[in-house]
């Protein structure tokens, strides 16, 4: 479906203004994207935690950080859209679960309205080096904390208008991250999960929820899966090409 086929006025507009290839923010990407260029050539290694499928570490095995930034984080076209979602609902509260590197953040700290960046990492080695990205590139402070996720979710009672969701990749993590999240979206927030069809226990969590939480609505293409919380259309699931 593209945009020609869009009957609803609020499902147009979001293609126009966040989804559309021409509609993508570039600003503010040669720095982070030269910072990307170069963890594409950094040798350092990094242990695992073995926080899951799909995670930038998720296995036993040490890896290097070039390995993580060629596979692990989020691409520019990625952040873009994010950005675009993020201006287009005037959202100020960000929470990202999956820091890796640390490159997405610093992006979505770029967007107009943002005060707020939390990011929740897992694994020591990667938060410490996305620090170190934070303080050369973020234009504001980034909050970022070492936790287990389940652990933070958890504990956090803190409200936000946006999440985006890129860690583990199993399925009973995938749901719980997102059921615990429907907790603390605000009342009209984003939520985004990232990878939807990069595994069959990835694509079967997003067919799940779209089906358990029928009150809002659901956007996805290839890869990122996206839901407006409490916009209710007629019909509830779109797929998009973006």
Not at 48 to 63: A, D
Not at 154 to 169: E, L, M
Request: with cysteine; net charge negative; glycine share 4%.
């Amino acid at each position: 479906m593209d945009e020609h086929s869009l009957q609803s006025p609020f499902l147009f507009r979001v293609y126009q203004k966040a989804l559309n290839p021409t509609s993508r923010k570039s600003v503010h990407h040669q720095n982070i994207e030269e910072l990307r260029q170069q963890l594409y050539l950094d040798s350092r290694s990094i242990k695992s935690n073995n926080f899951g499928s799909g995670s930038s570490l998720s296995s036993n095995r040490s890896k290097e950080v070039s390995s993580i930034a060629k596979s692990g984080i989020t691409e520019r076209w990625q952040s873009e859209i994010l950005i675009n979602l993020i201006e287009y609902n005037k959202c100020q509260t960000l929470l990202e679960l999956g820091t890796s590197l640390g490159i997405n953040a610093i992006y979505l700290s770029h967007a107009k309205n943002i005060n707020q960046v939390v990011t929740i990492e897992g694994n020591q080695e990667l938060a410490h080096i996305a620090q170190a990205n934070f303080k050369q590139l973020a234009p504001q402070e980034i909050e970022l904390v070492v936790s287990d996720i389940d652990h933070f979710l958890g504990q956090n009672s803190r409200p936000f208008d946006f999440i985006y969701i890129d860690a583990n990749h199993a399925f009973d993590a995938t749901m719980s991250y997102f059921e615990q999240s429907m907790e603390i979206i605000s009342e009209q927030g984003i939520i985004v999960l990232d990878d939807i069809n990069w595994s069959s226990d990835m694509r079967r969590a997003w067919q799940t929820l779209i089906s358990k939480f029928p009150d809002h609505l659901y956007i996805e293409n290839h890869k990122l899966g996206i839901v407006f919380v409490n916009v209710a259309l007629n019909r509830n699931h779109f797929i998009l090409r973006f």
